[in-house]
C-alpha cells in the first residue's frame, strides 16, 4: 500500500505561499488582459520576470548550463508545463470570469491522478483516490453555474481545458525527469524559452491590437513578473519534482478556491452555495491526500 507523504515543513512553508499568490492572481490577470491583448500582456510579464529567476540563480549560485543531450528533455518539459499553460490560460481569462476560469484550470489535479494512475502506472491509495473524487466534485459544484453559459463561450472553457490536460502531462513528467541539476535551473530555462514562444505568439496574432498598458494593467504585469515568474512558478516546478504527483497537484487546490472568492470580492463576481459546498469538498481532498496516516 503506497504512503501517503507527509509535508516538510519548508514545503508547507512554500505551499502556503504558493497558494496565496497564485490564487489572488487569477483576479489580477483578468483585470490585466481587460481591454488589452492577453498574449502580450503575458509577453511583457515574462520579460521582467524570467531575469528574476536568473537573478536568484546567480545569487545561490547555482548553475545555469544544462548539458546538450538533456536539451530535448528540456523542450518537452518546457513545452507541457509552460507553452500550452501559458498561452492557453491567458486567452481563456479573457473571455471566461476569473474564478471559472481558476476552476478550469485546476482541473489539471484530476487529469493528472488519471494520467498517473493509467499511463505512468502510479499506484494510489484508496484515500487518495478518494480525495480526486472530492476534487472532482468541487469543481462540479463550481461550475455549476456556468455549465449554461458555456454553449456561448465554448472555445474559453475549452482553452482552459487543453491547458490542464497539458499540465498535468508536464507534472507527471516533471516528477520523473532525471536531469541532474537543480530545479530552479530547469525553471529558469523553460521560463527562457516560454517568453521566446510568447514574444513569438504576441507578435503574430496581436500586433496591431499593441498599445501602451492602463496602470491597473502594469499593476497586474509587475505582480506577475515578480511574484508570479520570479516566486510561485518557481516554488511550483520545486513542489511537482520532490513530492509525489497526486500530492503535489491535490496539494494545491485552495488556489482555484481563493481564486473564486478573490474575484468575489475584488470584481463582484456572485458566489453560490456550491461555491461554499466547494471549498469543504477542496479542504477534504487535501486532508486525504496530505494528512499522515497513524504508524502502524
Known sequence: MPVMHKLSPRQWTVLVLLTLVWGVNWPI?????????????RTICMWLGTPILAWVL??????????????RELLTLATFNMFFWHGLIIVAV??????????????????????????????????????????????????????????GKPVGVLLALG????????????????????????S???????????????????????????????GAIVFNAVLVFGFAQAAWFYLARSLP?????????MIPVLGVFSGAVWLGEVLHWQDWAAVGLMMVSIAAVLWPKKPV
Open 29 to 41: 490577470m483578468k483585470i490585466g488582459v481587460t481591454g488589452f491583448p492577453p498574449l502580450t500582456f
Open 163 to 186: 491547458a490542464a490536460s497539458t499540465w498535468a502531462l508536464g507534472t507527471q513528467l516533471l516528477r520523473r525527469t532525471q536531469m541532474p541539476v537543480p530545479t530552479l535551473t530547469i
Open 188 to 218: 529558469f530555462w523553460m521560463s527562457a524559452l516560454t517568453t521566446l514562444v510568447m514574444t513569438a505568439l504576441a507578435l503574430l496574432l496581436e500586433r496591431d491590437q499593441w498599445q501602451a498598458p492602463s496602470d491597473a494593467t502594469w
Open 94 to 151: 479573457q473571455s471566461l470570469t476569473s474564478g471559472r476560469a481558476a476552476i478550469l484550470g485546476y482541473t489539471m489535479p484530476m487529469f493528472s491522478a488519471v494520467l498517473g494512475a493509467l499511463v505512468f502506472g502510479d499506484r494510489l491509495a484508496q484515500r487518495a483516490w478518494g480525495g480526486v473524487a472530492a476534487a472532482s466534485l468541487g469543481v462540479v459544484l463550481l461550475l455549476w453555474h456556468e455549465i449554461a453559459n458555456m454553449s
Open 245 to 253: 504527483p497526486v500530492a503535489s497537484t491535490l496539494s494545491v487546490m
Open 58 to 71: 546567480l545569487a545561490q549560485g547555482l548553475p545555469f548550463r544544462i548539458e546538450r543531450k538533456h536539451w
